[in-house]
């Protein structure tokens, strides 16, 4: 699928980027991989690793649509993973957030249309599905302009999907490699925001494969959620470090006790596959059936129970203390 191919990541040194690319050279034979970001130091340092002739590196904000748009010439498929992501943060900055989450990915859907790109997938999270704070909020108008972008290419060839996922394992800023700084620093206890509280759980890896996946099953205008295991903060601390004491320190500001991917009012549009959830555009594309129960890799989904909501908390599926330590070994390789 990408042999021969120009592909584009937004936001590209971050720990996706890196782990995409990676996977990319590995297994495909690309023709050229550009790594769109602002941060000239990370970019630098990317070039150590993935200095291959295809490789390329873009310095520009996905705030400058002009920048964005010289950026994808000749570009085939582009995954946006350019955003603010921290929670707190986001609150704090509200404006910086908006102008990052939303007006940025309104510029990649016109960088797109107007270089022509094939696809297009926009990386989302489970915050976004009844968001409870900013950045969760900007992410659901994102996950709208890129359904929407469909709506706008018309009778073009460009397409846009979204994927959906939760907390990466060993992601930067994620709550593994900060329980990992705390037990290298000698705590002697673990900081848990609630002793209830659960999380989707994914490795990169798993990441990455699912959107590589989606490239291929995409027809336009489809939010692709993976169905994975929750866990519970207090055996992810047990995992890490068992008998280590906790405390309660109370939930942050615009955090959730669970997380939602597939929210129920959303359920007339969810259609369940084997290892995945689609959630269908609620609008009708111009030249688009609609017709998402089959996909372009010849899956069949099928509708959801009215009401139905995938929740971290009520998830059927809970990685146990054992699993947790194989996952965490798994992402942080």
């Given at each position: 699928m990408l042999n021969g191919k120009s592909i584009?990541?937004?936001?590209?040194?971050?720990?996706?980027?890196?782990?995409?690319?990676?996977?990319?050279?590995?297994?495909?034979?690309?023709?050229?991989?550009?790594?769109?970001?602002?941060?000239?130091?990370?970019?630098?340092?990317?070039?150590?690793?993935?200095?291959?002739?295809?490789?390329?590196?873009?310095?520009?904000?996905?705030?400058?649509?002009?920048?964005?748009?010289m950026a994808m010439r000749g570009i085939d498929y582009v995954i946006h993973a350019a955003a603010l992501k921290q929670v707190p943060a986001a609150e704090y900055n509200p404006t910086e957030c908006i102008r990052t989450n939303i007006q940025g990915a309104e510029n990649v859907i016109h960088a797109a249309l107007a270089n022509e790109v094939e696809k297009v997938i926009a990386l989302s999270t489970d915050k976004a599905a009844n968001p409870a704070n900013l950045y969760g909020a900007t992410k659901?108008?994102?996950?709208?302009?890129?359904?929407?972008?469909?709506?706008?290419?018309?009778?073009?060839?460009?397409?846009f999907a979204v994927v959906r996922y939760g907390n990466v394992v060993g992601s930067r800023?994620?709550?593994?490699?900060?329980?990992?700084?705390?037990?290298?620093?000698?705590?002697?206890?673990?900081?848990?925001?609630?002793?209830?509280?659960?999380?989707?759980?994914?490795?990169?890896?798993?990441g990455v494969e699912f959107v590589l996946t989606n490239f291929e099953r995409m027809q336009g205008g489809?939010?692709?959620?993976?169905?994975?295991?929750?866990?519970?903060?207090?055996?992810?601390?047990?995992?890490?470090?068992?008998?280590?004491?906790?405390?309660?320190?109370?939930?942050?500001?615009?955090?959730?006790?669970?997380?939602?991917?597939?929210?129920?009012?959303?359920s007339h549009l969810t259609l369940e596959f084997d290892d995945h959830y689609v959630i269908c555009p609620s609008i009708k594309f111009f030249g688009m059936s609609n017709g998402y129960n089959k996909?372009?890799?010849?899956?069949?989904?099928?509708?959801?129970?009215q009401g139905f909501e995938y929740n971290s908390g009520n998830n059927p599926r809970f990685l146990n203390v054992d699993e947790i330590k194989q996952y965490n070994h798994l992402g942080l390789q």
């Open positions: 584009l990541i937004t936001g590209g040194t971050g720990s996706f980027g890196k782990k995409y690319i990676k996977t990319i050279l590995e297994g495909y034979n690309p023709r050229r991989i550009v790594v769109y970001s602002r941060d000239e130091l990370k970019q630098f340092e990317m070039q150590q690793d993935f200095n291959q002739s295809c490789m390329r590196y873009f310095i520009g904000d996905v705030r400058d649509r002009d920048r964005l748009t659901l108008c994102s996950d709208k302009l890129f359904v929407a972008g469909n709506n706008l290419a018309g009778d073009r060839k460009t397409r800023g994620s709550v593994v490699p900060f329980f990992q700084k705390l037990l290298q620093d000698g705590t002697d206890h673990f900081p848990i925001t609630h002793e209830d509280m659960t999380r989707f759980w994914i490795t990169l890896q798993q489809e939010i692709f959620i993976p169905r994975i295991p929750s866990v519970r903060i207090v055996d992810l601390a047990a995992a890490m470090e068992p008998g280590l004491p906790h405390k309660i320190v109370g939930i942050r500001p615009g955090e959730k006790l669970h997380e939602i991917m597939c929210p129920a009012d959303d996909n372009r890799l010849g899956e069949k989904g099928m509708p959801v129970k």
